[in-house]
């Protein structure tokens, strides 16, 4: 017994997707044809558009339809700060908290040496050219608060220090709302030695 | 800020597979996106590709690119037994065992009332017509051991056998390389009541 090809070809291609194997992928595959055949067209149709249409702003870095993003052309934003985020995603979560006011850098990804990411999977010479136009003042440092994101905020603050630019990065805490007695001890320590006066 | 609106429209449209929530679908744009255009791509091709070619059997009701499949267009396999299983998937463990030279009827689901899904969405009167061909002398009942699968079993059993067909079960019982301490006690209860003389 054999599976019609394009079937075949279709479960091969969803296993291109992040975290989908292949009996994910076989499901998938007989749930678009035997309930959802409209979907499986509509994604088709999504996914060439965006192959066509997608790039990356010619300024941030971040993905868009234009040479430069809507972000970055927007007046109303203070062009001396700029705040540096490993994904679109962390940008979307900075900007619902409605603090920031200036523009942003997307690197697309984190320095990670032991998947073979180094500096320039993160756009690195790219980030360097937007932060030394003469126009930033500021770069706030928003990658994550992992073991790469940090490293990745290390080796950027090194690089963008030593061009002369005042760099700084989020405040590590307790988180709002914590109870010190479910907040892990590195965070309080953390919060100990950055303690504020009131 | 705004995302691009074809990148909206392809995390969209990845919702549509099943078990993907909102920020897997967000992930997989993005992957796709910055890591493998060429899979996104190529996705897009299969799936244009799978709504165009991919149908349903005329005799056995499952995906194929023809009228009918190659399993039924097999001279070798005998006609006079027709194995009823829930999907694809299920035929191919089946045929892997190498132990049934008949032919198969793809349900393409199970009843479950619950979900809205009756005998007319299981593809009752194709199995109807297909069985009372005047060649299917016996039909193995092939659904899963779940309780929709047992009810639809019940289900087909008695539709079949009230016009005339012989109807067979997989039998139930201790898994090969069961250890009885680790069996649940239906199974066993089951076990003993079909127990076999040697």
Excluded: W
Excluded at 106 to 129: A, F, N, Q
Excluded at 170 to 178: E, I, M, N
Aim: hydrophobic share 40%; net charge negative.
């Amino acid at each position: 017994m054999k599976s019609p090809s394009s079937l075949d070809f279709l479960t091969e291609a969803l296993r291109r997707l992040p975290g989908i194997g292949p009996k994910s992928a076989q499901r998938m595959a007989y749930h678009l044809m035997q309930h959802d055949r409209e979907g499986a067209a509509m994604l088709g149709r999504a996914l060439s558009q965006a192959v066509d249409r997608v790039q990356h702003c010619a300024m941030c870095n971040t993905f868009t339809e234009h040479d430069v993003c809507e972000t970055c052309l927007d007046a109303e934003r203070n062009p001396a700060l700029l705040c540096v985020v490993e994904t679109p995603g962390d940008q979307l979560m900075i900007e619902q908290t409605l603090t920031f006011k200036g523009l942003y850098f997307v690197l697309m990804g984190r320095l990670s040496p032991l998947d073979g990411i180094g500096p320039k999977d993160i756009h690195l010479d790219k980030l360097i050219s937007r932060a030394t136009d003469g126009i930033v003042q500021e770069v706030v440092l928003a990658t994550n608060f992992t073991n790469e994101g940090e490293a990745t905020a290390h080796y950027i603050s090194e690089t963008l220090k030593a061009r002369g630019l005042k760099v700084s990065r989020l405040a590590r805490g307790v988180p709002v709302g914590g109870e010190l007695e479910y907040v892990d001890a590195g965070t309080i320590a953390r919060a100990m030695l950055d303690r504020r006066t009131t």
